[in-house]
């Protein structure tokens, strides 16, 4: 554990002005992190937050990213999300869909075709595990949907590390 002076310092070391909050589900800690994205903006960091879309994204400053997951059917978790989070996304967000099989690409599609006519933000889908890019792409191509497909880079570089 770190106090956010200390994350501060660390972030310093870096020489760089972006970061990315995440790991496991950073809103558990809510005061926590929205104090931290704070400090970090006051001090011209860029910041993005990726959320699992399970708890409430309201309250994130305006000047950070949010990644936002909404879960599929192989996740076991596709109730868990909070639909009012998607009013909360803005253009610079984006909307990611983690993609196993052919039902969890059903279940994104007609996630789409429901609501993503009301969305600005970027729709991304991504094979579990960051392999398996081609079929997905094919069919992305093939049924002309309007959105990104990429690697889960994470897991390509670090696998199930934790802490990086």
């Given at each position: 554990?770190?106090?956010?002076?200390?994350?501060?310092?660390?972030?310093?070391t870096y020489g760089i002005?972006?970061?990315?909050?995440?790991?496991?589900?950073?809103?558990?800690?809510?005061?926590?992190?929205?104090?931290?994205?704070?400090?970090?903006?006051?001090?011209?960091?860029?910041?993005?937050?990726?959320?699992?879309?399970s708890l409430p994204v309201?309250?994130?400053?305006?000047?950070?990213?949010?990644?936002?997951?909404?879960?599929?059917?192989?996740?076991?978790?596709?109730?868990?999300?909070?639909?009012?989070?998607?009013?909360?996304?803005?253009?610079?967000?984006?909307?990611?869909?983690?993609?196993?099989?052919?039902?969890?690409?059903?279940?994104?599609?007609?996630?789409?075709?429901?609501?993503?006519?009301?969305?600005?933000?970027?729709?991304?889908?991504?094979?579990?595990?960051?392999?398996?890019?081609?079929?997905?792409?094919?069919?992305?191509?093939?049924?002309?949907l309007d959105v990104r497909?990429?690697?889960?880079?994470?897991?390509?570089?670090?696998?199930?590390?934790?802490?990086?």
């Amino acid at each position: 554990e770190m106090c956010i002076e200390d994350v501060m310092k660390e972030a310093e070391t870096y020489g760089i002005k972006r970061g990315c909050i995440t790991g496991g589900e950073p809103l558990l800690q809510r005061d926590d992190v929205l104090e931290l994205m704070e400090a970090l903006i006051s001090k011209k960091y860029e910041i993005s937050i990726e959320t699992n879309g399970s708890l409430p994204v309201e309250g994130i400053p305006e000047e950070v990213l949010i990644s936002m997951d909404w879960k599929t059917p192989s996740s076991g978790e596709q109730d868990k999300m909070l639909e009012s989070n998607l009013k909360a996304l803005k253009e610079k967000d984006q909307l990611k869909f983690v993609i196993a099989d052919e039902e969890d690409y059903r279940y994104a599609k007609e996630f789409l075709s429901k609501h993503g006519h009301g969305l600005e933000c970027e729709m991304i889908f991504q094979p579990v595990g960051g392999t398996g890019l081609k079929w997905l792409a094919e069919k992305v191509l093939e049924e002309r949907l309007d959105v990104r497909v990429l690697p889960q880079l994470h897991k390509i570089i670090w696998g199930e590390e934790r802490g990086v």
